[in-house]
């Protein structure tokens, strides 16, 4: 099913050729909604890292690295008791990098986290295991 964007609603396809013709000549617009997340920023290498101290072998394909990366942030996020009120996301900093975030506030609600930076008590067990001076930041989806 296509939708179109019409007087700020959706419009099914069948609905829209029903419309005089005078309203279908509308120039239709794409929102797009630009998410950030406030979390920290986790390199590849280190979840790498991570997974291999706790067992698994080197990552050799895309999909075993994947895995990888879901079983070591899972973990850093389960031990320091953050697990149930965060998510992982991939992110991208001012300089176009790319790294994954444990992302604890996003500026979208659709992503279920809350939409402002989380108290001190949440964060700091994180904070610690990763050894990070301050708090969480925000970063943009790419």
């Not at 609905?15 to 909604?33: C, D, S």
């Not at 986790?42 to 990366?69: C, F, K």
């Not at 850093?76 to 998510?87: D, F, N, Q």
């Amino acid at each position: 099913m296509t939708s179109y964007i019409y007087n700020l609603g959706l419009v099914q396809r069948s609905t829209f050729n029903l419309l005089p013709a005078n309203h279908r000549k509308i120039k239709f617009q794409r929102i797009v909604i630009m998410v950030k997340y406030c979390g920290y920023l986790v390199a590849n290498e280190w979840l790498y890292q991570r997974g291999v101290e706790m067992g698994h072998p080197r990552p050799t394909t895309y999909d075993d690295s994947l895995d990888t990366i879901i079983l070591a942030s899972g973990d850093l996020r389960a031990k320091t008791g953050v697990y149930t009120y965060t998510k992982l996301r991939r992110v991208k900093t001012l300089q176009g990098k790319r790294y994954w975030c444990i992302a604890f506030a996003a500026s979208d609600p659709w992503q279920g986290l809350p939409t402002s930076a989380p108290p001190e008590e949440r964060y700091k067990p994180l904070k610690e295991a990763l050894q990070r001076k301050g708090p969480p930041l925000w970063f943009q989806a790419p």
